[in-house]
């Protein structure tokens, strides 16, 4: 008998195809700025962030057809890349300097968001983590199960950057729209 994944979706008597893949070269243009800057909300800079976003294309690209929700997935691919990357920057031994992140990312930051960036970077890392999703119109049902951790334990952890956001920014004369 066949898997009902081989099988063509029916309406009737009319067969319809499943949904075709999204085109990688148009996901790509359309997505690496975004990705770029969901990973920065992680306190990643501008290279960091670049550098991980195109790890991340570049592991989607050979399964692309067989990636089921391309943004999440990638988002989800781009964080663990930029903290492998820390890992591996926080290992005992000679440490190289910090990037220069004026190097060319196609991310060009307004002093708000700067001020947002530099804000999240202050964060514990899962309240970081958590923003990060929710700035990119993820709901808290998303989010638990893309960090493995309980719809509760989101709600919880964005009520408390919320409001540690919100007295960084007033304090700096800085407003966040989603805080």
């Known amino acids: 008998m066949a898997d009902e994944t081989d099988l063509p979706h029916r309406t009737g008597q009319v067969a319809v195809a499943p949904p075709v893949p999204q085109d990688f070269s148009d996901t790509y243009r359309r997505e690496m700025p975004l990705l770029t800057r969901f990973v920065m909300k992680h306190g990643a800079g501008p290279q960091e ?10 592991a989607a690209y050979p399964q692309w057809n067989s990636i089921r ?8 691919v781009a964080a663990r890349a930029y903290f492998r990357a820390r890992l591996r920057e926080d290992l005992p031994g000679e440490l190289p300097e910090r990037r220069d992140d004026s190097l060319a990312t196609g991310i060009q930051l307004g002093e708000q968001e700067r001020e947002v960036y530099e804000a999240l970077a202050q964060l514990p890392s899962r309240q970081r983590q958590v ?10 049902a998303e989010i638990a199960e893309e960090l493995g951790i309980t719809q ?3 709600r ?3 009520h408390r950057a919320r409001a540690t956001l919100k007295t960084r920014l007033s304090r700096r004369g800085g407003s966040d729209d989603r805080a």
């Open 69 to 76: 929700f391309p943004a999440r997935w990638l988002r989800t």
């Open 131 to 140: 923003m990060a999703w929710f700035y990119d119109h993820y709901t808290p």
């Open 152 to 154: 509760e334990a989101v």
């Open 156 to 158: 919880q952890n964005l």
């Open 49 to 58: 962030a670049a550098d991980a976003a195109q790890e991340a294309f570049a």
